[in-house]
Structure formats: C-alpha cells, structure tokens
C-alpha cells in the first residue's frame, strides 16, 4: 500500500516560503481584500459576510 503513494514532493530550500511568489501573491490578494471590506465599514457602504467572513457586496 505504500509503494502506491505518490512521491514525496519537495520543496525548494533556495526560497523561503514567504518570498515564493505565490504565497506573495495570495498574501496581497488577502491584504487588498480586506483593506476593501475595512474601506467599505468606513464608508457605511452596506454588504454583508459569507459563511468565510468574507464581504459580500450586491454586485457580487
């Protein structure tokens, strides 16, 4: 049952983890999503969350 497993991925040791560029980009992709929702509160715009906290606006 082993042997059927895939092969252990490794990962590079030349970058760490938080300068890959796709963590980077999924950290700026957060970032800017929830400057989005504080601006929204700021501004009184109304919206509402899912079931992720995250803001739902109508034109969503």
Known sequence: MLADLPERRVVPTTVPPLRRPEVQARIAARMAEREAHERAHE???????????RMVTADD
Do not use: T, V
């Open 43 to 53: 501004l009184g715009h109304a919206h509402a969350h899912d079931e992720h906290g």
